[in-house]
């Protein structure tokens, strides 16, 4: 957890293969450690896991993505961009199921402790960048700061559903505070964006455990339903937010759904979509939102797979405790808003931190008490307690 909540995060902010090189480790570590633990089978866990909803989903997406390989232009790196997402994709599930059934508290608390380090770091990444401080270690590197931003906002809302399952609403505030400002110094728009529409989610989820999550979800999955007719929506927000690129990338991929038919069901092929905005098929951005490359990688199969998947997701989330449930919802905020703005990509890293922001989400979630204990008398029982 140390590795995963703590390391990854942080290191986003200094090294490109960070969250490539943490995640495996830190979910191979987990794995390890339930099959020798004896009190935690590992067959037993494995079963449950593989009965889940959310595993039979993410398996129809792999062996669908695997298809698209048969017709892509480009059938040599859309095999290995097809692995490298299997391969990410299984060791994820290997440590999320591996989470052990009770989580230990001191375990956990590595998350919260990761997200406002985190926070400390992109301050002082900002800081370096405007000239302010010169410190050697520091990156300056643009794309760093990006993939760091990416990576804090998506661990802020596991870290905030910790702390607020643990009573401790004064740091969870404090955390929520210090990551709206250091996305705020980072000085990137879309993250901005991303930061308080999952704070947003996270409170709207928090404040009605019931009707929250469902509306979230409902709305999370339509917009991915839904991409390839947003362009006349997303136009004027994408123009008004600075975002004239993704305005013009939408309407690249709704004129290439309306011209390609059948393509639109069945994608061009996993990693495509890069190949395609060189090629001048696609306007040019660099690198094209997740959203549009699984509509025209994957096509209507892959979408609906993807709505699946937060659906389930949010049926998982009712059956949990008001502040993990609140934590799983602004983490699926996250990463939709994410896919739209162009914060994340089909690339290791992305995927390698939603992995291991996933598998954050499996541990709080079995770190909850599960009976209400009484509270300790230091000194005796009070009069007239019996």
Not at 196 to 221: D, E, K, M, Q, Y
Not at 311 to 316: A, E, H, L, P, Y
């Amino acid at each position: 957890m140390a590795l995963i909540g703590v390391a990854l995060p942080c290191a986003a902010f200094y090294s490109r293969r960070a969250a490539i090189l943490l995640m495996p480790l830190g979910a191979i570590l987990i794995f390890m450690g339930t099959v020798i633990d004896p009190a935690e089978p590992i067959g037993a866990r494995l079963r449950q896991f593989v009965r889940s909803s959310g595993f039979w989903i993410t398996a129809g997406l792999m062996v669908w993505a695997g298809a698209t390989v048969a017709w892509s232009p480009f059938p040599m790196p859309s095999a290995e961009r097809f692995y490298n997402t299997l391969g990410v994709a299984a060791v994820a599930a290997a440590g999320a199921a591996a989470i052990p059934a009770r989580m230990r508290a001191p375990a956990l608390y590595f998350l919260p402790i990761g997200a406002f380090a985190a926070v400390i770091a992109a301050c002082l990444v900002a800081l370096q960048a405007r000239g302010v401080i010169d410190v050697a270690i520091l990156s300056t590197e643009p794309v760093l700061a990006e993939r760091g931003g990416a990576a804090l906002a998506l661990f802020t809302p596991v870290a905030l559903g910790w702390l607020l399952s643990r009573g401790r609403a004064p740091e969870a505030a404090a955390l929520a505070i210090g990551f709206i400002c250091a996305t705020f110094v980072l000085g990137d728009a879309p993250s901005l964006l991303v930061a308080v529409i999952t704070l947003a989610a996270f409170v709207a989820a928090r404040i009605a455990p019931r009707s929250g999550p469902l509306l979230l979800g409902a709305v999370a999955a339509a917009l991915v339903l839904a991409a390839p007719v947003l362009p006349v929506l997303l136009d004027p927000i994408a123009r008004g937010a600075g975002l004239p690129d993704l305005a013009e990338l939408f309407r690249g991929l709704a004129a290439s759904a309306q011209q390609e038919g059948t393509r639109l069901l069945t994608g061009h092929g996993i990693e495509t979509t890069a190949r395609a905005v060189t090629a001048g098929i696609l306007p040019r951005i660099d690198p094209p939102p997740l959203i549009v490359a699984l509509w025209y990688d994957l096509g209507l199969m892959g979408a609906i797979a993807i709505a699946a998947l937060i659906v389930s997701r949010t049926r998982r989330a009712l059956d949990l405790s008001p502040d993990v449930a609140a934590a799983e919802m602004a983490l699926i905020c996250c990463a939709v808003a994410q896919m739209f703005v162009g914060v994340a990509a089909l690339q290791a890293w992305w995927m390698s931190s939603m992995a291991a922001a996933a598998i954050a989400v499996q541990a709080i979630a079995h770190g909850q008490f599960r009976t209400r204990r009484p509270r300790a008398r230091l000194f005796g029982q009070r009069a007239g307690e019996v």
